[in-house]
Each structure stands twice: as structure tokens, then as C-alpha cells.
């Protein structure tokens, strides 16, 4: 099946700083990825849908200005935490799908962002 | 609003057969999905279904009644590996993906 790498899988970063997030589609043209955000033990929870050359579409109640969504190519979409704090720390996972009927979604590793 | 029902938690024994229950009310239907997902790890698909009736997958099965807004997924001759959390996701008319809480489902010896 359809590959999607994230990358890190884990990072640790100071409060006030900006950390980025990058999903990669390595066998398929994604035209558009999801960013998701999961808290323990909770479902997850749509933030943006980024679509290729274009500005993302935020879901309400997430702040574009705190989560930057580029996605300027095919294969390659990033998320930016700017001025993290620590209730931003969770674990971001994306997600893409390769077109077919099925809509399946194929999810990167997931990243755990942890906000000192 | 939209809703997406399932048990919260499920205990089984190896080698049993488990079936988790999902009923969902959305704007729309345009097909529902089951993920596994391991404590740490990104979700991982494990079935689609559009259309009423059951899809069978090697060890996991699931079911769509359109006309109830319920889905189940069945899992046989459960293995410890099974011991994760599973996500029912539904597609509404906007082809947006509304989630479940999720089942965690504990597999003992």
C-alpha cells in the first residue's frame, strides 16, 4: 500500500520556540494531507486539511496563526508549531490519500511534540 | 450534529472472537472505516464499507446496516497482538472523516 513518512517521530523543544513537522507521501502524489492532533486516550481530532499549492482549511477552533500548514508540493506537506507552549504538547499525526475510490487514508508514524 | 458511537472499552481472551459495535448519526454517508491503532502509533486501515452487508478480511470482518447507522467490526481467533484501540470513521456527505472516540480492547491470556 501507499507510504506516508513523518518526520520526527519525537521532539522536545522549549517553550517560545516554533517546531516543525514535515509528512511526506513517498510512493503516491498526495494532493491533499490532514493533520490530525491526539491527546491520550482520545479519538482524533482534525486540524487542517492542506491542499497543494493552495492555503490550508482550518477546522474551527484551531488557530492558523499558532499552526502553520505549508503544502508546496505533491509529496510534501509541513506542519509549524510557532510559539509552542506547553499545552500544545500531543501527538500530531497526518494522513493522505492516494485518490482511490476507497478513500482510505494512509497516516505517517505520528510525532510526539512535548513542550518543556 | 454528528455523532460516532462505540464502546469505550472491550476485554476478550486469546483465541476468542470479539465484535465491536459502532452507530453513528452524520449529515450523509459516503462510507465507513475501521482502524487499528496501537498505543503510540499512527492509526492503520483494516476495512471500508459503502454498501449494507458484511466484508471479510482473513481474521477481521465488519458489517454495515446503512438503514440503522450501525457497523460492527469481528475479530476471530483473537491473537495478543490484537490488544489495541479501534476506530470507526465515517465519511459524511461533504466527504469529511468524523471519528470515534475509539475501543481500546484488551486481549487476555
Known amino acids: 500500500g501507499a507510504v506516508v513518512s513523518q518526520h520526527p517521530s519525537r521532539v522536545i523543544c522549549k517553550s517560545g520556540t516554533s517546531v516543525k513537522i514535515e509528512c511526506r507521501s513517498l510512493?503516491?502524489?498526495?494532493?491533499?494531507m490532514f493533520w490530525y492532533r491526539q491527546f491520550p486516550k482520545k479519538s482524533l481530532m482534525l486540524m487542517a486539511t492542506?491542499?497543494?499549492?493552495?492555503?490550508?482549511?482550518?477546522e474551527q477552533g484551531v488557530e492558523k496563526d499558532k499552526f502553520l500548514i505549508n503544502h508546496a508540493s505533491l509529496t510534501l506537506s509541513t506542519l509549524t508549531v510557532t510559539s509552542a507552549h506547553p499545552e500544545d504538547s500531543s501527538f500530531y499525526i497526518c494522513?493522505?490519500?492516494?485518490?482511490?475510490?476507497?478513500?482510505?487514508?494512509?497516516f505517517g508514524e505520528g510525532s510526539r511534540l512535548t513542550v518543556l | 450534529g454528528q455523532n460516532i458511537d462505540q464502546p469505550t472499552e472491550m476485554t476478550a481472551t486469546e483465541g476468542a472472537i470479539v465484535q465491536i459495535n459502532c452507530t453513528y448519526q452524520t449529515s450523509g454517508f459516503n462510507g465507513l472505516f475501521w482502524y487499528q491503532q496501537h498505543a503510540g502509533e499512527a492509526p492503520t486501515f483494516l476495512s471500508y464499507n459503502v454498501l449494507d452487508g458484511l466484508e471479510e478480511k482473513g481474521r477481521f470482518s465488519s458489517f454495515l446496516s446503512r438503514s440503522k447507522g450501525y457497523s460492527y467490526l469481528l475479530l476471530k481467533e483473537l491473537q495478543m497482538k490484537d490488544s489495541a484501540s479501534y476506530l470507526c470513521?465515517?465519511?459524511?456527505?461533504?466527504?469529511?472523516?468524523?471519528w470515534g472516540a475509539g475501543t481500546k480492547l484488551i486481549i487476555k491470556p
Open positions: 470513521a465515517v465519511r459524511d456527505s461533504n466527504y469529511q472523516l468524523i
Open positions: 510512493d503516491f502524489q498526495a494532493t491533499t
Open positions: 492542506s491542499n497543494e499549492g493552495s492555503k490550508a482549511t482550518y
Open positions: 494522513s493522505a490519500s492516494d485518490g482511490r475510490d476507497t478513500g482510505e487514508l494512509f
